[in-house]
């Protein structure tokens, strides 16, 4: 079984539309995350989210937004797509909130291309 | 804020030859420091980690020593193999744990020519 998993892996969709990407993790862990690799390999955290309660927020425009229906789940939802929203997006989930030293285990990544 | 800087790719190397990425990293306190892979089409891997000074990570006969004094974690592998052809990325977290998720560099190509 995949312990995280993201869908779908590849999306091509045009500028100005709105789309979702899920995510799933069978671990049993407390905390989610969205990261964006763009087309130079750079990482960067979008959010995470901790027993339904986002923590982090970092610069990301409010036309990102992540939704999480339950502990199992952090969707990713964007409107109104931009072509600089081109990337990896990558979900990620980790056992503790705190006192944990931080290992993450990473989905597949979703390509999202806007044209 | 912390920063982790790596070594810039493409690094190509030769089938046995002795590998070293270098990693230097800006954080306050005591974070923990990772090693992960990425193998093309995959998502990240953890490769190995270290979470407090002189501490040695290894796995798949890479290694690396958290060196607080250098602030520095180098990865070194003795003979690498094609297979070991990926994106290798150091990162950080913060002494607070893994809610802050990680702080990674950007990532260093390796190519492994037979």
């Known amino acids: 079984d995949t312990a995280v998993s993201q869908t779908p892996k590849y999306l091509v969709t045009q500028m100005g539309n709105d789309k979702s990407i899920k995510c799933e ?4 862990h407390d905390t989610m995350y969205w990261y964006k690799q763009d087309s130079k390999k750079f990482l960067k955290i979008m959010f995470s989210y901790n027993n339904k309660e986002l923590i982090i927020n970092e ?7 992540p939704k999480s229906p339950d502990k199992a789940h952090l969707n990713l939802h964007i409107n109104s797509l931009e072509l600089g929203d081109s990337a990896v997006y990558f979900c ?5 909130d705190r006192g944990f030293v931080g290992e993450l285990f990473f989905g597949e990544g979703s390509r999202l291309t806007v044209l | 804020g912390n920063s982790v800087t790596q ?9 046995e030859a002795f590998l070293t990425i270098n990693c230097t990293y800006t954080a ?7 090693w992960y892979v990425q193998y ?6 953890l490769l190995l980690k270290a979470t407090k000074a002189d501490d040695k990570g290894s796995n798949k006969g890479f290694e690396a020593t958290y060196r607080k004094e250098t602030t520095s974690f180098h990865l070194e592998k003795g003979s690498v193999q094609v297979s070991d052809s990926a994106v290798y990325f150091c990162a ?9 998720g990680l702080t990674f560099g950007k990532g260093t190509h390796l190519i492994i020519q037979p």
Request: no cysteine.
């Open chain 1, 92 to 96: 990620a989930s980790s056992p503790l």
């Open chain 2, 40 to 45: 093309p089409g995959e998502g990240l891997q």
């Open chain 1, 59 to 65: 610069t990301v425009p409010n036309r990102f937004s």
């Open chain 1, 25 to 28: 993790q069978n671990l049993g």
């Open chain 2, 92 to 100: 950080l977290s913060d002494e607070g744990g893994g809610a802050d």
């Open chain 2, 28 to 34: 306050t306190g005591y974070p923990s420091l990772f």
């Open chain 2, 7 to 15: 070594m810039e790719g493409p690094v190509t190397l030769s089938e």
